[in-house]
């Protein structure tokens, strides 16, 4: 089992960047997809981008493509969501989980049920 710490969020204003972090422990970390996740205040946890075991395949949500970039480091068992052009309607908690692959967390993500404290992440206008 891989056990996960996001870090890297932050106040930034409109336009901006942040560069997320997600460390997880554990010897399997290469053996799993990896994904973050966001909750805005009153509204559900929604998927924002996922990454393959090995790094070769990505998927994005709508709302974030061509703005933000997943990748991973399985020497450092470290994934990272970079975050480009910011808009205070990315403002949330922000979240990484593990699965099987990128498509078993898009649809299980409402099964689980041990997540992260997550980092927050504040755009303002």
């Known amino acids: 089992q891989v056990q996960l710490v996001e870090s890297g969020g932050g106040l930034v204003q409109a336009g901006g960047s942040l560069r997320l972090s997600c460390a997880a422990s554990?010897?399997?970390?290469?053996?799993?997809?990896m994904g973050w996740f966001r909750q805005a205040p009153g509204k559900e946890r929604g998927f924002v981008a996922g990454i393959s075991s090995s790094g070769s395949g990505t998927y994005y949500a709508d709302s974030v493509k061509g703005r933000f970039t997943i990748s991973r480091d399985n020497a450092k068992n470290t994934v990272y969501l970079q975050m480009n052009s910011l808009k205070p309607e990315d403002t949330a908690v922000y979240f990484c989980h593990a699965d099987a692959t990128i498509a078993a967390m898009r649809f299980m993500m409402g099964e689980y049920d041990d997540w992260g404290q997550g980092t927050q992440v504040t755009v303002s206008s």
């Open positions: 554990g010897r399997t970390f290469s053996s799993y997809a």
